[in-house]
């Protein structure tokens, strides 16, 4: 294989990490980020605000940049998607454990491919498709506060129960209410662990970039919020903002449609993933030869700007973390990562509205892997 794919190294703090260690600081015990001892822990999770892109625009958020030290960056789990990491920050867990191991993944008990954030129903329960218990739920047993804080559109999706279990949600439209939420918690005076979500400039950055003027003035937004915030949240509450996963910006000239090369998709059942890291999901009848062909042929094609690797490969190297048997066939026959700043698109499917994003992340570039862990109050580094 020419490009071989990165094997991450054990000892690098990850977003797994910091949901644990909050929750651990309430009792003012050692942890693996080593904050320190807290009454209340709130975790801002930012989507798609990589340390690289907080950094390139540090003039829109004067705040948060001013805030983060060169060694307030952690790394996001692989893939870098909202999925497969916020069910990671929750359950402190790796993909391969918790079971949401991409975008869209493969039901093989229904032969279909199912979105991991709202492809939910009754084939695919909550409850059991995603395997851990959470943190939240061992801060209730501890008599903690467990408390989301999200959008109204998702206090009651399948992705909520399956990642925020043990949590109490509060609805917020706007991320004033949903910071306003955060302190009528905290100012009640009981100790509580709490998610407050942001999902704007992800959603932002999908239909716009994140170069685009409408990305920067929600960065410029939530950078007063969390000022705000700060300024009045009760003394000895340790605030951490954080993200799942950084943006790179794909314009439409470097797409890439693998139906061009009909010998690329010919064997594939099911093309899953997202556009900058494809699960390919082989037909059950291919023998070991030519499954093999196949797979040389992604590789002769594609390794010049992708990583490509087989799902055996990818679990060896520990990208997915230890693997249950149950999400083990979750993961493609074969995993192609684009290195280079394109993304890849099926022109056969029914709906191709995915082909208008600009803003896009799933692969292992730096851009989208590394992400900001900001430490205020209690958490404040001297």
Known sequence: M?????????????LTAVLGSS??????????LDLAPARSAVVVLVDGLGAANLRQRAGHARHLAGAMAKRDVIHTVFP?????????????????????????????????????????????????????????????????????IGAPRYADSGFTRAVLRGARYLPGTSMGDRFDAALEVLDSGAPALMYLYIPELDQ??????????????????????????EQRMPRGTGLLVTADHGVVDVPAHRQVFVDQKPELVDGVRHVGGEPRFLHLYFEPELDDAARAQLVERWRESESQRSWVATRDEAIATGLFGDVDPVAAPRIGDLLVAARSGIAYYDRRVADRQ??????????LSDEEVRVPLIRRGAYQRA
């Open 80 to 148: 870098s998607t909202t999925a497969a990491a916020l069910a990671s920050l929750t359950t402190g867990t790796m993909p391969g454990a918790h079971g949401l191991v991409g975008y869209r993944t493969l039901d093989a008990a229904h032969d279909r491919l199912v979105n991991q954030l709202n492809g939910w129903d009754a084939g695919m329960r909550p409850e059991t498709w995603q395997l851990r218990p959470t943190i939240f739920e061992e801060a209730t047993a501890a008599g903690i506060d467990a408390v989301a």
């Open 354 to 363: 995915a082909e208008a994003m600009i803003g896009q992340h799933g692969s």
């Open 204 to 229: 932002a950055a999908h239909a716009y970039g994140w170069e685009s003027d409408r990305w920067l003035g929600l960065l410029e937004q939530l950078d007063g919020e969390i000022s705000r915030f």
């Open 23 to 32: 929750l651990a600081s309430l009792a003012g015990v050692p942890n693996p």
């Open 2 to 14: 020419s490009a071989m794919l990165p094997v991450p190294a054990d000892t690098a703090p990850r």
